[in-house]
Protein backbone atom coordinates (compact mmCIF):
# COMPACT_ATOMS: atom_id res chain seq x y z
CA UNK A 1 0.00 0.00 0.00
CA UNK A 2 1.30 3.48 -0.64
CA UNK A 3 2.44 5.51 2.19
CA UNK A 4 -0.43 8.17 1.81
CA UNK A 5 -2.95 5.84 0.94
CA UNK A 6 -2.06 3.88 4.65
CA UNK A 7 -2.99 7.05 6.54
CA UNK A 8 -5.99 7.31 4.80
CA UNK A 9 -7.67 4.10 5.42
CA UNK A 10 -6.08 3.33 8.51
CA UNK A 11 -7.03 5.73 11.72
CA UNK A 12 -4.18 4.88 13.79
CA UNK A 13 -0.79 3.66 11.95
CA UNK A 14 1.86 2.05 13.84
CA UNK A 15 5.92 2.27 13.01
CA UNK A 16 8.86 1.31 14.48
CA UNK A 17 12.61 2.28 13.84
CA UNK A 18 15.45 0.24 13.84
CA UNK A 19 19.29 0.54 13.43
CA UNK A 20 21.86 -1.58 11.21
CA UNK A 21 23.91 -3.56 13.73
CA UNK A 22 27.47 -3.53 13.57
CA UNK A 23 27.72 -7.71 13.12
CA UNK A 24 25.88 -10.86 11.99
CA UNK A 25 24.96 -11.80 15.75
CA UNK A 26 23.65 -8.63 16.34
CA UNK A 27 21.37 -8.96 13.14
CA UNK A 28 20.51 -12.14 14.41
CA UNK A 29 19.56 -10.63 18.04
CA UNK A 30 18.03 -7.97 15.94
CA UNK A 31 15.92 -10.16 13.95
CA UNK A 32 14.60 -12.00 16.97
CA UNK A 33 13.45 -8.28 18.42
CA UNK A 34 11.68 -7.84 14.73
CA UNK A 35 9.86 -11.29 15.22
CA UNK A 36 8.40 -9.80 18.88
CA UNK A 37 7.78 -6.56 17.65
CA UNK A 38 5.91 -8.10 14.05
CA UNK A 39 3.70 -9.84 16.72
CA UNK A 40 2.56 -5.68 17.46
CA UNK A 41 1.12 -5.29 14.20
CA UNK A 42 3.17 -2.48 13.03
CA UNK A 43 2.32 -1.12 9.59
CA UNK A 44 6.06 -0.66 8.57
CA UNK A 45 9.36 -0.98 9.46
CA UNK A 46 12.16 2.07 8.76
CA UNK A 47 15.98 1.53 8.95
CA UNK A 48 18.44 4.10 9.58
CA UNK A 49 21.66 5.28 7.16
CA UNK A 50 24.54 6.00 8.78
CA UNK A 51 26.98 8.47 8.22
CA UNK A 52 27.85 9.30 4.63
CA UNK A 53 26.21 6.10 3.15
CA UNK A 54 28.80 4.02 5.87
CA UNK A 55 25.56 1.41 6.73
CA UNK A 56 24.53 1.56 3.04
CA UNK A 57 24.75 -2.15 2.71
CA UNK A 58 23.28 -3.07 6.12
CA UNK A 59 20.46 -0.97 5.85
CA UNK A 60 19.38 -2.34 2.81
CA UNK A 61 20.29 -5.80 4.04
CA UNK A 62 17.98 -5.10 7.39
CA UNK A 63 15.49 -4.28 5.33
CA UNK A 64 14.82 -6.36 3.02
CA UNK A 65 15.37 -8.93 5.15
CA UNK A 66 12.70 -7.47 7.63
CA UNK A 67 10.20 -7.36 4.62
CA UNK A 68 10.97 -10.83 3.41
CA UNK A 69 10.25 -12.68 6.88
CA UNK A 70 7.07 -10.82 7.59
CA UNK A 71 5.69 -9.23 4.71
CA UNK A 72 5.44 -5.97 5.89
CA UNK A 73 5.87 -2.84 4.44
CA UNK A 74 9.80 -1.50 5.00
CA UNK A 75 11.40 2.31 4.78
CA UNK A 76 15.33 3.29 4.15
CA UNK A 77 16.74 6.25 5.48
CA UNK A 78 18.71 8.27 2.77
CA UNK A 79 20.62 11.42 3.55
CA UNK A 80 22.49 13.82 1.34
CA UNK A 81 25.27 13.86 3.53
CA UNK A 82 28.74 12.43 1.21
CA UNK A 83 26.80 11.57 -1.96
CA UNK A 84 26.48 12.94 -5.34
CA UNK A 85 23.29 12.77 -7.28
CA UNK A 86 24.14 9.89 -8.81
CA UNK A 87 25.34 8.23 -5.99
CA UNK A 88 21.77 8.73 -4.52
CA UNK A 89 20.12 7.72 -7.76
CA UNK A 90 22.08 4.55 -7.17
CA UNK A 91 21.08 3.85 -3.84
CA UNK A 92 17.48 4.65 -4.89
CA UNK A 93 17.56 2.20 -8.14
CA UNK A 94 18.87 -0.87 -5.92
CA UNK A 95 16.64 -0.37 -3.21
CA UNK A 96 13.51 -0.19 -5.43
CA UNK A 97 15.26 -3.66 -7.08
CA UNK A 98 14.98 -4.65 -3.59
CA UNK A 99 11.64 -4.21 -2.83
CA UNK A 100 12.08 -1.34 -0.46
CA UNK A 101 8.54 0.37 -0.05
CA UNK A 102 9.16 3.80 1.27
CA UNK A 103 12.42 6.12 1.36
CA UNK A 104 12.86 8.45 4.91
CA UNK A 105 14.10 11.91 3.19
CA UNK A 106 16.85 13.27 5.40
CA UNK A 107 19.48 16.20 4.93
CA UNK A 108 21.35 14.63 7.52
CA UNK A 109 23.52 15.85 10.27
CA UNK A 110 27.11 16.81 9.36
CA UNK A 111 29.56 13.62 9.82
CA UNK A 112 31.34 13.79 13.11
CA UNK A 113 33.86 16.52 14.15
CA UNK A 114 32.29 18.94 11.48
CA UNK A 115 30.14 21.59 12.79
CA UNK A 116 28.24 22.52 9.83
CA UNK A 117 26.96 20.61 6.99
CA UNK A 118 28.75 21.11 3.55
CA UNK A 119 27.24 19.01 0.40
CA UNK A 120 29.63 17.25 -1.62
CA UNK A 121 30.74 18.47 -5.28
CA UNK A 122 27.25 17.50 -7.11
CA UNK A 123 25.41 16.47 -3.82
CA UNK A 124 22.11 18.24 -2.41
CA UNK A 125 22.27 20.80 0.07
CA UNK A 126 18.71 20.39 1.58
CA UNK A 127 16.60 17.64 2.35
CA UNK A 128 13.63 19.38 -0.43
CA UNK A 129 15.74 18.54 -3.36
CA UNK A 130 16.09 14.79 -2.09
CA UNK A 131 12.33 14.61 -1.84
CA UNK A 132 12.12 16.31 -5.33
CA UNK A 133 14.67 14.22 -6.60
CA UNK A 134 12.64 10.70 -5.27
CA UNK A 135 9.64 12.60 -6.63
CA UNK A 136 10.52 12.96 -10.19
CA UNK A 137 12.67 10.29 -10.63
CA UNK A 138 11.47 7.14 -8.39
CA UNK A 139 7.56 8.33 -7.85
CA UNK A 140 6.92 4.70 -6.83
CA UNK A 141 8.30 5.14 -3.45
CA UNK A 142 6.25 6.46 -0.67
CA UNK A 143 8.27 10.09 1.20
CA UNK A 144 8.45 10.47 4.97
CA UNK A 145 10.28 13.51 6.21
CA UNK A 146 11.10 14.56 9.59
CA UNK A 147 9.73 17.26 12.09
CA UNK A 148 11.25 19.18 15.28
CA UNK A 149 8.69 20.15 17.84
CA UNK A 150 11.87 21.99 19.30
CA UNK A 151 13.21 23.22 16.53
CA UNK A 152 16.67 21.37 14.41
CA UNK A 153 19.47 22.17 16.41
CA UNK A 154 21.08 24.06 13.48
CA UNK A 155 17.80 25.94 12.77
CA UNK A 156 18.40 29.58 13.42
CA UNK A 157 15.04 30.13 14.62
CA UNK A 158 11.64 28.04 15.16
CA UNK A 159 10.09 29.94 11.92
CA UNK A 160 12.96 29.49 9.41
CA UNK A 161 12.85 25.62 10.44
CA UNK A 162 9.23 25.33 9.79
CA UNK A 163 9.78 27.16 6.62
CA UNK A 164 12.43 24.35 5.67
CA UNK A 165 9.61 21.45 6.82
CA UNK A 166 6.82 23.20 4.41
CA UNK A 167 9.54 23.14 1.47
CA UNK A 168 9.89 19.50 2.54
CA UNK A 169 5.79 18.78 1.71
CA UNK A 170 5.28 20.85 -0.66
CA UNK A 171 8.14 19.00 -2.77
CA UNK A 172 6.00 15.84 -2.40
CA UNK A 173 6.49 13.83 1.24
CA UNK A 174 3.27 11.82 1.98
CA UNK A 175 4.15 12.15 5.86
CA UNK A 176 6.17 14.03 8.57
CA UNK A 177 7.86 12.26 11.56
CA UNK A 178 8.84 13.69 14.27
CA UNK A 179 12.11 13.97 16.24
CA UNK A 180 11.67 12.29 19.68
CA UNK A 181 10.33 14.70 22.56
CA UNK A 182 9.52 14.31 26.00
CA UNK A 183 6.26 16.76 27.17
CA UNK A 184 3.84 16.10 24.86
CA UNK A 185 2.56 19.49 24.52
CA UNK A 186 6.06 20.31 22.43
CA UNK A 187 3.99 18.41 19.79
CA UNK A 188 1.07 19.59 19.88
CA UNK A 189 2.05 23.41 19.67
CA UNK A 190 3.94 22.29 16.71
CA UNK A 191 1.19 20.44 15.19
CA UNK A 192 -0.87 23.69 15.47
CA UNK A 193 2.06 25.84 13.73
CA UNK A 194 2.26 23.03 11.11
CA UNK A 195 -1.48 23.73 10.20
CA UNK A 196 -1.32 27.19 10.51
CA UNK A 197 1.44 27.01 8.04
CA UNK A 198 0.22 25.40 5.04
CA UNK A 199 0.72 21.45 6.21
CA UNK A 200 -1.75 18.65 5.52
CA UNK A 201 -0.10 15.76 5.64
CA UNK A 202 0.14 13.35 8.71
CA UNK A 203 2.73 14.65 11.52
CA UNK A 204 3.05 11.58 13.29
CA UNK A 205 5.04 12.11 16.68
CA UNK A 206 8.14 10.33 17.10
CA UNK A 207 8.74 8.20 20.33
CA UNK A 208 11.63 7.01 22.23
CA UNK A 209 11.37 5.47 25.73
CA UNK A 210 14.00 6.34 27.96
CA UNK A 211 15.17 2.50 29.39
CA UNK A 212 18.73 4.17 30.21
CA UNK A 213 19.06 7.90 31.86
CA UNK A 214 22.56 8.60 30.46
CA UNK A 215 22.03 7.22 26.75
CA UNK A 216 18.86 9.40 26.19
CA UNK A 217 20.51 12.50 27.82
CA UNK A 218 23.61 12.11 25.06
CA UNK A 219 20.92 11.48 22.26
CA UNK A 220 18.45 14.56 23.41
CA UNK A 221 21.65 16.70 23.86
CA UNK A 222 22.58 15.65 19.89
CA UNK A 223 18.86 17.16 18.93
CA UNK A 224 18.03 19.52 21.40
CA UNK A 225 15.38 17.94 23.16
CA UNK A 226 14.17 18.70 26.37
CA UNK A 227 13.88 15.76 29.25
CA UNK A 228 11.55 17.09 31.98
CA UNK A 229 13.18 17.84 35.35
CA UNK A 230 10.68 15.41 37.51
CA UNK A 231 10.74 13.33 35.29
CA UNK A 232 14.91 13.49 34.98
CA UNK A 233 14.48 13.45 39.22
CA UNK A 234 12.67 10.41 39.25
CA UNK A 235 14.90 8.70 37.03
CA UNK A 236 17.38 9.68 39.35
CA UNK A 237 16.53 8.30 42.31
CA UNK A 238 18.04 4.68 42.01
CA UNK A 239 20.79 3.92 39.78
CA UNK A 240 19.35 0.41 38.88
CA UNK A 241 18.36 -0.86 35.22
CA UNK A 242 15.53 -2.20 36.13
CA UNK A 243 14.11 1.20 37.80
CA UNK A 244 14.65 3.32 34.77
CA UNK A 245 12.76 0.82 32.47
CA UNK A 246 9.92 0.91 34.63
CA UNK A 247 10.04 4.71 34.99
CA UNK A 248 10.75 5.24 31.26
CA UNK A 249 7.64 2.83 30.28
CA UNK A 250 5.31 4.80 32.57
CA UNK A 251 6.47 8.28 31.14
CA UNK A 252 5.90 6.93 27.49
CA UNK A 253 3.01 5.21 28.43
CA UNK A 254 1.34 8.29 29.47
CA UNK A 255 2.63 10.24 26.40
CA UNK A 256 0.91 7.49 23.82
CA UNK A 257 -1.98 7.67 25.84
CA UNK A 258 -1.83 11.67 25.88
CA UNK A 259 -1.52 11.04 22.07
CA UNK A 260 -4.15 8.90 21.18
CA UNK A 261 -6.78 10.47 23.23
CA UNK A 262 -5.51 13.85 21.06
CA UNK A 263 -6.70 11.48 17.93
CA UNK A 264 -3.06 11.51 16.78
CA UNK A 265 -2.90 9.64 13.10
CA UNK A 266 -0.05 7.36 14.64
CA UNK A 267 2.85 6.72 16.67
CA UNK A 268 6.80 6.01 15.62
CA UNK A 269 8.88 4.06 18.43
CA UNK A 270 12.23 4.79 17.97
CA UNK A 271 13.18 1.05 19.21
CA UNK A 272 16.64 1.07 19.48
CA UNK A 273 16.22 -2.68 18.11
CA UNK A 274 14.78 -4.02 21.60
CA UNK A 275 10.89 -5.45 21.95
CA UNK A 276 10.20 -4.97 25.36
CA UNK A 277 9.89 -1.72 26.45
CA UNK A 278 7.25 -1.02 23.08
CA UNK A 279 5.57 -4.04 23.82
CA UNK A 280 5.21 -3.35 27.20
CA UNK A 281 3.69 0.21 26.43
CA UNK A 282 1.25 -0.83 23.62
CA UNK A 283 0.00 -3.37 25.89
CA UNK A 284 -0.57 -0.35 27.92
CA UNK A 285 -2.61 1.92 25.91
CA UNK A 286 -3.40 -0.34 22.84
CA UNK A 287 -6.95 -2.98 23.13
Not at 234 to 259: I, M, S
Request: hydrophobic share 40%; with cysteine.
Amino acid sequence: MKLADLFQTKEFVLSFELFPPKSDSGLDELLQNVAQLNALQPDFFTCTYGAGGSTRDRTLRVATTVRQNHQVPVASHLTCVGATVDQLREYLREAAEQGIDYIVALRGDPPQGESQFRPVAGGLRYANELVTLIRDEFPQFGVAVAGYPETHQEAISAEVDLENLVRKVQAGADVVVTQLFYDNQDFFKFKDRCLAAGIHVPVIPGLLPVLNLKQVQKIATLCRAKLPQAFVERLQQHDDPEWQFQVGVEHATAQAEGLINAGVPGIHFYVLNRAAATQQILANVLP
